[in-house]
């Protein structure tokens, strides 16, 4: 960013302020699958409160979400209702598996639940912890916003087909 | 009813179908043959046991018949309790008699035990998987079952999908 005329204009680049934009509110999709949908819920609360960081709105359709927060061990059942939920979130949108589970599988080591999210998502930020402390999403989020910022996280944009 | 009474009567009148077990606790449990179940349980219904609680099964494995389905039965005005235990004799494919006509409350519990155990219950209306995905192979609550699944099977069909839902890479990136 470029100050001219003595802080009256600036000058910047078009992806910079998109990427911007972007980063400063990145809404969360309501969706718990364990008890780190517990932690996750402390999240927006006044003692940790999101909202200062434009993350306090969550939406209740995918539709109008921004972040999935995988908030738990996903079963193979829940597979193809995750991808659809995925899939129904607008572009740019973003992954955080959150807690061991949602990471690795965790303790599940079994025949019903998938080892990480990252088989069956694009994963951006991992949060280990069981659960992770809201803290530690938070942290995640800001991960994710210097992610955006940069230029990294795509935001799960689909292989267009020529 | 006495669960001596009870056994008396259900022994006499099921000759050979029925017999008693030890009960470690009051409850009063029976074995049952699958080809008298129904009219045990149905005669059970008559003398009052009107609730059937769950259906459970269990699996030991190296005996053999190795499946058994356990059903709780209860009865709310005199708050008794019957227990049977009923051995299908076939290992490789168990059958057992369905109640889900008699009592509604069996029908999801015969389905969970279809699921995790793979016992068929001859006459349900609608036996199918109630808890694992309806593409799952294998009843994962045998003894046999491998304790991880399908592990490599699994992670190969994710491995193909891989790339599903991960964004292009932009000309020049890593």
Redo the contacts between chains.
């Keep these: 960013m470029e100050m001219i005329n003595n802080g009256q204009f600036f000058t910047t680049t078009i992806d910079k302020f998109v990427r911007w934009a972007q980063k400063s509110s990145i809404w969360p999709l309501t969706f718990g699958l364990a008890c780190c949908a517990i932690e996750m819920m402390n999240l927006v609360g006044p003692r940790y409160d999101a909202s200062r960081f434009g993350s306090e709105v969550m939406r209740s359709s995918p539709r109008q979400a921004d972040l999935l927060i995988v908030s738990g061990r996903l079963s193979l059942k829940m597979v193809p209702v995750i991808q659809q939920v995925y899939q129904q979130m607008p572009e740019p949108k973003w992954v955080i598996a959150m807690g061991a589970c949602a990471s690795s599988g965790g303790i599940f080591d079994n025949y019903a639940i998938v080892q990480g999210v990252d088989r069956v998502l694009p994963v951006d930020v991992y949060v280990p912890g069981c659960p992770p402390t809201p803290d530690a999403v938070l942290h995640a989020i800001m991960k994710l916003k210097e992610s955006i910022a940069a230029g990294r996280a795509k935001g799960g944009l689909m292989a267009r087909e020529a | 009813m006495k669960p001596e009474a009870l056994a008396e009567a259900l022994t006499s009148r099921f000759a050979g179908g029925i017999e008693p077990l030890q009960t470690p606790f009051d409850i009063p449990q029976f074995r049952v043959a699958p080809s008298v179940l129904v009219d045990v349980a149905a005669y059970l219904r008559e003398l009052g046991y009107t609730m059937l609680l769950d259906v459970g099964g269990v699996d030991y494995f190296p005996r053999s018949p190795r499946f058994e389905v356990v059903y709780h039965f209860l009865d709310m005005k005199n708050r008794a309790r019957v227990r049977l235990r009923c051995v299908p004799e076939d290992d490789q494919r168990p059958e057992v008699p369905s109640l889900a006509g008699m009592w509604p409350s069996a029908n999801p519990a015969e389905r969970e035990v279809y699921d995790l155990f793979g016992v068929v219950f001859t006459g349900h209306p609608n036996l199918t998987r109630i808890?694992?995905?309806s593409d799952?192979e294998g009843h994962?609550l045998r003894k046999d079952?491998?304790?991880?699944?399908?592990?490599e099977k699994?992670?190969a069909r994710?491995a193909a999908?891989?790339?599903r839902?991960?964004?292009?890479k932009?000309a020049g990136e890593r």
């Design positions: 808890l694992l995905p799952f994962p079952y491998p304790l991880r699944g399908p592990r699994l992670e994710f999908e891989k790339n839902f991960h964004a292009p932009l």
